[in-house]
């Protein structure tokens, strides 16, 4: 398996998770609960890595590269789903679909 990228927060994680499984590529999710650890160790020991099979890295860095971070500052709601999205993101991480706001 090969690390494939370092969360830095439990909501980047799900969003991570979530597109890599509606990809069909399974993730390993390392340090998820070390998060009450911090203090002790240095914070960025402490984010979850995931981790995905030597033969899914290319393809998940393609799909992750892919994602298009949106500059909007106001958390907006899924046109699809209707879920609150993160301002940071441009892709639902409920439903995957990518449905700016208007
Ligand atoms: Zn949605």
Known sequence: MKK???ATNQIELGFFQGI???EGINCLVKNEFLGGAS???PVNETWPEIWVADEDLHRAKVILENIEFSDDTEPWHCGQCNQLIE???AVCW???RNVTPD
């Open 4 to 6: 494939l990228k370092t």
């Open 94 to 96: 409920h439903c995957a």
């Open 87 to 89: 301002p940071q993101f």
């Open 20 to 22: 890599l499984q509606q």
């Open 39 to 41: 203090g002790e160790l």
